[in-house]
């Protein structure tokens, strides 16, 4: 399964640059350091597992296409895409590998798939990924001694589909991005009761989302280009809705919109 990525991964994956002593170390020999972590934008699930059980990374220099580098996985198996909300994120992979261009990242996924709802689990299928693996398009000339982070950041909001049967079927949609090359946006939404979302919007797009914390009602939103953008923050139960227009964001910057308190 082949996911198409956003004009923001050709603009800013793989920009960032970042030096060590291990990283030195690998300039010598012709390697760099790279890692993959795994974060999640919210959805109405109770649970989202999704069975991760490699990640592998291929070659442009291999004409028959076989190219594929399997990194060392440091949490491989399932993983609750929802507890991983709100900056949350897991570190999957990482390896020294060649510096040299890579065209795809990919995911290959084990059978334990599901979605939970009101305390039932059900099926996740995930066409042809346990096999062909989800596949994300890059184009990077990794230069040696630098040290590469990268982020997958699932929409499960849009990542599932329902079938009329009843079925659930994983269809992601997926940001990647680095965090060196963008910035965040965080805050605090109240009362609790609200239930409330909020949603960073460009133009008429939504970029990202985030649910606040159930108790403190803290947000971050990560991974977000530089430029201008809109905060809306959705009110439940009655609660009323609030915008912040001309929300400015700054390569590794985090932009704090303050206390939000939503009324009835």
Known sequence: MKISLSLFLATCLFLSCTKNSNSDAGSASGQTDFSV?????????DKVNIDIQSVEVHFADDANGDAWHTLHMIHPGVHNLLKLTNGKDTLLATERIAAKKITQVRF???PDNSVVINGTSYPLKTPSAQESGLKFNVDATLTAGIEYKIWTDFDVARSIVVTG??????KPVIRVYTKAVSGSINGIVLPPAANPWVYVLNGNDTIASAKPDTLTGTFMVNGLAAGSYAVS???NNNFTDTL??????SVGNVTDIGTTLLHQ
Do not use: K, M, S
């Not at 049967?165 to 994983?170: K, R, T």
């Open 37 to 45: 972590y795994l974060t999640d934008d919210p959805g109405l699930y």
């Open 108 to 110: 290959i996924l084990g």
């Open 165 to 170: 049967n009843n079925q659930f079927i994983l």
């Open 233 to 235: 923050i959705d009110g």
């Open 244 to 249: 912040y227009n001309n929300v400015d964001v």
